[in-house]
């Protein structure tokens, strides 16, 4: 089991602005603010309020669907409202807007830090990989065939070789690494690249999964098989601790199945998220290769002796599927709730004034403010339109996620003190008053709060993940729990075809068998056969 860990400082850099237009359900729907909730004008505004949105032309009205009506729509819903993305021109693709590529910039951020840390250097493969290439691993071709896209012309001509748009690199990266290694000198050799990767899905849902998304995948080349182990394995802890630390996702930390494991690869450790609807997530995944594909592209150095070996490699990945668990981890009706950590904008400040002349003394004190918190590394925007009304922005930023909203008016500013609401906390309980505005009192005030909302969030999902996995002991058992839509946890040493039976029965996979494991003597739950582990399962994305 992962414990709680320790929290680092939120105060990483990160920036957005929302872009206009979006798509929804069929429809163009703007999302400027002035069509949002023109009418609310007060702080407490209900959470579960639906978000209301006009269809370009203003002759209908739509909704955000809450949460808790209806979560596919919600979160199609939110995606559109927040501003994180809109549908490209090619059925399956998406457009990142701003909003949604700050949020993959922050995992980026923290991602290439520890990548580093760990001697990975980062490089780029070329998008474009002859087919021969995909062809010389059975198991690989065999895994990616229907999700390929080919081209075969060229320059108006039809190639000599068809060539494949990158579904994954393990190819052409061990035909580079062919040419790279001869030597035990010249290994470990590790490198990373942050990549679009296209995959021709029949069944996509933004940022979930889309024909083309952005990944970052981890290749590496060692000479030893404990070696290649040890990097899988710490590859998916750095995965670990991001979930944790940064996104305050609770991943359950395992090894794949067989009948789950990448192909091409001899073991699949994986990282696995409870999203709001108690579905699966694969949020991130490593993999020891072996040596199937340095056999394949005969990858080999001469060892200490003079020998000839093949190299054992790793390849590892997180995408921005990662964007979409932390929607489904942490949102609630009404809209997105982010980790401050990965949060764009960590503070709004929302100035209030009624008469003209209150303008100018506000304003001054909204600017002092901006300018302390910037400069104490917070990322904060101040929302100063007068197109809308305060309770309009309170409800738009909400919406957005935004972890801290502060309200000035000029009571405020003769007062030399600011209201403070949290996003995790609804209504007049996440509200304070009279929080002052000297600089090392707000500032303080203000980490510590951003640490609360960070922690919170991760205990809450901790509690909404365990308190929705159920240990069975019979397959009649697995058949309830899955129907009631939670996660089961039970002994299992069946057969790979009595894994795709409870697949056909149920739609449940094998999650992963969990890294941390019950003691004690178990029986497999299907045949009543000793078994050395329990595995998870789940309905997933």
């Known amino acids: 089991m992962v414990s709680l860990l320790r929290l680092p400082s939120l105060l990483a850099p990160a920036a957005a602005r929302p872009a206009a237009l979006l798509r929804h359900r069929g429809r163009c729907l703007h999302t400027s603010p002035a069509r949002l909730c023109p009418a609310a004008t007060t702080a407490g505004a209900s959470s579960a309020a639906p978000v209301k949105m006009e269809t370009r032309g203003g002759d209908r009205e739509g909704q955000v669907t809450p949460r808790s009506t209806d979560f596919n729509a919600w979160y199609t819903d939110v995606i559109a409202a927040a501003e994180l993305a809109d549908y490209g021109p090619v059925r399956g693709t998406m457009v990142i807007r701003p909003y949604g590529y700050a949020i993959w910039e922050a995992i980026q951020d923290y991602l290439n830090v520890k990548f580093k840390e760990t001697g990975h250097s980062n490089m780029y493969f070329p998008q474009f990989i ?6 010389k691993e059975a198991s690989h071709v065999q895994g990616f065939s229907p999700e390929l896209a080919v081209v075969t012309i060229g320059g108006g001509k039809e190639l000599e070789e068809k060539l494949v748009v990158r579904p994954t690199s393990e190819t052409i990266v061990n035909h580079m690494f062919t040419k ?3 030597s035990y000198r010249d290994l470990p050799l590790m490198i990373n690249q942050w990549a679009n990767v296209t995959r021709w899905e029949m069944r996509t849902k933004p940022f979930i999964r889309t024909l083309e998304f952005l990944w970052q995948e981890g290749h590496t080349a060692h000479a030893t098989l404990e070696e290649a182990e040890k990097e899988a ?7 670990t601790k991001f979930a944790y630390e940064q996104a305050a996702i609770p991943v359950i930390p395992g090894r794949k199945s067989r009948v789950e494991t990448f192909a091409g690869a001899d073991r699949t450790y994986t990282i696995e998220a409870m999203m709001g609807d108690k579905k699966a997530l694969q949020a991130g995944t490593s993999h020891n290769l072996g040596q199937n594909f340095s056999r394949a592209f005969e990858t080999q150095f001469m060892d200490e002796n003079g020998q000839l070996e093949h190299v054992w490699q790793t390849s590892w990945a997180i995408s921005t599927r990662f964007v979409g ?12 709730m982010l980790p401050p950590r990965i949060a764009p904008i960590q503070v709004v400040i929302v100035p209030i004034w009624k008469k003209g002349d209150e303008k100018g003394v506000v304003m001054e004190a909204v600017a002092s403010v901006q300018n302390t ?12 339109s007068e197109l809308r009304t305060p309770g309009w922005k309170f409800n738009f930023y909400e919406m957005k996620g935004v972890p801290i909203r502060i309200e000035l008016g000029p009571r405020d500013v003769k007062n030399r003190s600011v209201v403070l609401s949290r996003r995790d906390v609804p209504g007049k309980q996440g509200k304070e008053f009279g929080i002052s505005m000297e600089p090392s009192i707000l500032v303080d005030h203000i980490k510590d709060r951003l640490e609360e909302i960070q922690a919170s969030l991760l205990q809450k999902a901790i509690t909404f993940r365990d308190s929705n996995i159920v240990d069975v002991n019979s397959y009649g058992e697995l058949k309830e729990v899955i129907s009631e839509g939670k996660w089961a946890r039970g002994p299992w040493s069946a057969s790979d075809a009595d894994e795709l039976k409870v697949k056909e029965e ?8 969990p890294f941390d494991q019950p003691e004690g003597a178990k029986k497999c739950f299907m045949t009543g056969n ?3 582990e329990v595995a998870i399962f789940a309905k997933s994305y």
């Open 325 to 336: 668990g932390i929607i489904m981890t942490h949102g609630d009706d009404a809209g997105l």
């Open 180 to 182: 790279w290694i001869q």
């Open 530 to 532: 000793p078994a050395d």
């Open 233 to 239: 394995m710490q590859m998916i802890d750095v995965y």
């Open 506 to 513: 149920t739609s449940a996979t094998i999650r992963c068998f």
């Open 130 to 135: 002859p087919y021969s290439f995909i062809e």
């Open 373 to 384: 918190l910037k400069e104490a590394g917070i990322r904060v925007k101040v929302d100063d």
